[in-house]
């Protein structure tokens, strides 16, 4: 007869084992459920531990941000919980648009910076004509120049002059976007967050952050949105944070995102003030910022081909030619990528004691279309204006709309953006509380749309036979640690071993293979990184070079087969370059075979309607990335 372990024996022996942290579990059982030393016949009764992913997008804007309402977006919050929770809704182009299937989640991350304006301008609000610029902004759009208003506001966005300067005006509209999430909350089904966009962008560097509450209305009504009219610089956000969990008795959490249009600040060597980074800044920038958004619309973050010169999956959806308001220069790409931020992390960890850049990894989408779509063949784009069918679909510009001093031209226009990402969490349920505490423990992963399923952990006694045991996650997580943990204390002899499992988007493509991603810190100082195949399909073979050869190409036109790759790859490894006294972090991609892009699927629905530049990307490997796991000595 088998005899049922506790919840409180599991997690002692997890913690013995040096698995997760006591506070990064949420496991235990109400205390009235246990029952000591009587056989349960139920094996299952206190399993606390995330059985499922869910999958959502932690970064949606809707009419209520002044750049999607004043450019064309009629669509407001809910509109977008509609749509994400799989319902039909017409898109601001007139088209109707429904998700294959419905999202687990959504955080409406509206722009903090005049929250609702456009739609006060739409239904002609009252408090707002009672200002001179209410009157004056609302009459250019009555006047048919929308394009007028919208230059009219982002004239006094860039001086960080609040046109409004209006709290009473500010709340009526926060409170509107707080209602809309509470009414669309369903505990166990659908979470609604709430959340906002904090839009730092000094000299038109991107510092965005998206800024998620942990609970309900009633506690975030308590405070307005911390906006860019009240401070570009990141650590005056944290304290904003900090003081709204005290008035509010909430839990709240930030994620940075597009640090590939920082032009070198999002990852940088200083502060904003310009003071070298010690360890204070260190600790609050990881205690409010534990996730980081690496994939979304407008590129890919993950790395750069020139900083990962030997990795031939680097160069994915690259945009380096500059920020929303000035060309880049080379020296600054290797502070805005996540693998080189990740890597320059243990080197601080060694210096300050703590790690300024030890964060996990989602994909969002940034969407300002209120459609939370990343499917390459359901495409809306990233603004109303670029919408299927459009006229600016291709060639909208997203950066290089301001010219450079120097004439350099930095634009990067809407034909090279990513149909990108989803934010999937392990959790133990699909509510507010549930997804928020996954994501400050980083068991959390990013796609760039797909939702293939991928599990990892890591531990110092895993053996190759043990991804292929029916309790695969009862292991790992009572010997191991899971994507977002950490190792310890590495045991005399030993290395890392890795755990991993992938299975395929159940409605999208065969996967290629599965790598390990490692960075550590050497003895002189410097960090170093290598990325190693641990599992592929079919019957192929590492070459001369140690390389697995391409998995092949069934693509054509807008049709691919599943005829090549694998539905499910498990994967075992063994770090063989282990030394216990070096700092290190290992994380998991995933590529699938290659597929189309969206612009593949636009030629093959237009035909010679659309006429797409030379070098549009027809087709690509969708990957996942997941959060590391940190070896410290």
């Known amino acids: 007869?088998?005899?049922?372990?506790?919840?409180?024996?599991?997690?002692?022996?997890?913690?013995?084992a040096g698995g997760l942290q006591a506070q990064q579990l949420d496991m235990a059982p109400e205390r009235g459920d246990v029952t000591l030393g009587r056989e349960e016949y139920s094996p299952y009764l206190h399993e606390g531990y995330p059985q499922r992913v869910f999958w959502g997008d932690t970064h949606l804007h809707t009419a209520y941000s002044t750049d999607a309402g004043m450019?064309?977006?009629?669509?407001?919050?809910?509109?977008?919980?509609?749509?994400?929770?799989?319902?039909?809704?017409?898109?601001?182009?007139g088209q109707r648009a429904r998700l294959q299937r419905p999202l687990d989640f959504l955080v409406v991350a509206d722009h903090a910076e005049n929250l609702g304006l456009a739609s006060m301008i739409a239904e002609s609000n009252p408090e707002l004509l009672r200002t001179e610029f209410g009157k004056k902004i609302h009459g250019l759009v009555q006047d048919g120049d929308p394009w007028g208003a919208y230059a009219l506001w982002g004239d006094y966005m860039s001086r960080r002059e609040?046109?409004?300067?209006?709290?009473?005006?500010?709340?009526?509209?926060?409170?509107?976007?707080?209602?809309?999430?509470?009414?669309?909350?369903?505990?166990?089904?659908?979470?609604?967050?709430?959340?906002?966009?904090?839009?730092?962008?000094?000299?038109?560097?991107?510092?965005?952050?998206?800024?998620?509450?942990?609970?309900?209305?009633?506690?975030?009504d308590r405070v307005l949105p911390f906006s860019n009219y009240d401070s570009t610089d990141p650590e005056d956000l944290w304290r904003w944070m900090a003081q709204a969990e005290e008035t509010?008795?909430?839990?709240?959490?930030?994620?940075?995102?597009?640090?590939?249009?920082?032009?070198?600040?999002?990852?940088?060597?200083?502060?904003?003030?310009?003071?070298?980074?010690?360890?204070?800044?260190?600790?609050?920038?990881?205690?409010?910022?534990?996730?980081?958004?690496?994939?979304?619309?407008?590129g890919d973050g993950e790395t750069h081909p020139s900083l990962s010169p030997n990795d031939e999956f680097a160069d994915y959806?690259?945009?380096?030619?500059?920020?929303?308001?000035?060309?880049?220069?080379?020296?600054?790409?290797?502070?805005?990528?996540?693998?080189?931020?990740?890597?320059?992390?243990?080197?601080?960890?060694?210096?300050?004691?703590?790690?300024?850049?030890?964060?996990?990894?989602?994909?969002?989408?940034?969407?300002?279309?209120?459609?939370?779509?990343?499917?390459?063949?359901?495409?809306?784009g990233k603004a109303t204006p670029a919408e299927p069918g459009a006229e600016g679909r291709y060639e909208e510009k997203i950066t290089g709309v301001i010219e450079a001093p120097d004439g350099r031209d930095f634009s990067i226009r809407h034909y090279q953006t990513l149909a990108s990402g989803l934010a999937a969490v392990w959790a133990t349920e699909n509510t507010r509380e549930g997804l928020f505490d996954a994501m400050r423990?980083?068991?959390?992963?990013?796609?760039?749309?797909?939702?293939?399923?991928?599990?990892?952990?890591?531990?110092?006694?895993?053996?190759?036979?043990?991804?292929q045991r029916p309790d695969f996650a009862r292991t790992g997580y009572t010997r191991g640690v899971p994507m977002g943990g950490e190792l310890a204390s590495a045991p005399a002899g030993?290395?890392?071993?890795?755990?991993?499992?992938?299975?395929?988007d159940p409605d999208g493509a065969n996967l290629d293979r599965i790598q390990v991603v490692k960075g550590w810190l050497t003895d002189d100082g410097s960090t170093r990184e290598k990325v190693y195949d641990i599992a592929w399909s079919g019957e192929r073979s590492p070459g001369a070079d140690g390389r697995i050869p391409p998995v092949g190409n069934t693509v054509r036109g807008a049709r691919y087969t599943n005829t090549i790759g694998e539905a499910l790859l498990m994967g075992f490894w063994r770090d063989p370059d282990f030394d216990p006294s070096e700092r290190a972090f290992y994380y998991v991609r995933v590529l699938e075979i290659p597929t189309p892009t969206w612009l593949a699927y636009d030629r093959a629905y237009f035909g010679d309607r659309i006429e797409l530049p030379e070098d549009a990307v027809l087709v690509h490997q969708e990957r996942a990335y997941t959060s590391p796991i940190w070896y410290t000595p």
């Open 1 to 16: 007869m088998r005899h049922h372990r506790t919840a409180a024996v599991v997690i002692a022996l997890q913690l013995a």
């Open 71 to 93: 450019i064309g977006n009629v669509l407001g919050p809910e509109e977008a919980y509609r749509f994400a929770r799989g319902e039909t809704v017409v898109a601001s182009g």
């Open 162 to 220: 609040d046109p409004l300067d209006d709290d009473a005006l500010t709340r009526s509209i926060w409170e509107r976007i707080t209602a809309y999430a509470e009414e669309f909350n369903q505990p166990g089904v659908f979470t609604a967050f709430i959340g906002f966009e904090w839009t730092s962008s000094p000299g038109g560097n991107n510092l965005h952050r998206n800024v998620i509450f942990r609970g309900d209305k009633d506690r975030a």
């Open 248 to 298: 509010t008795g909430d839990r709240l959490l930030a994620l940075a995102h597009n640090g590939n249009l920082s032009n070198g600040l999002m990852f940088d060597d200083a502060t904003m003030s310009g003071q070298p980074l010690d360890r204070s800044y260190a600790e609050r920038r990881m205690r409010w910022e534990p996730i980081y958004e690496v994939t979304q619309m407008k």
């Open 317 to 380: 959806g690259t945009w380096d030619r500059g920020s929303f308001g000035a060309a880049k220069d080379p020296g600054m790409i290797d502070r805005e990528y996540a693998r080189e931020a990740l890597k320059r992390g243990l080197a601080y960890e060694a210096q300050l004691g703590a790690n300024p850049f030890k964060f996990g990894m989602v994909g969002s989408t940034d969407s300002h279309t209120s459609l939370a779509t990343t499917q390459e063949d359901n495409y809306f």
């Open 441 to 467: 423990r980083k068991e959390v992963y990013a796609t760039t749309g797909t939702r293939m399923t991928v599990r990892v952990f890591a531990g110092w006694d895993f053996t190759a036979d043990e991804v």
């Open 494 to 504: 030993a290395s890392p071993t890795l755990v991993v499992r992938a299975l395929r």
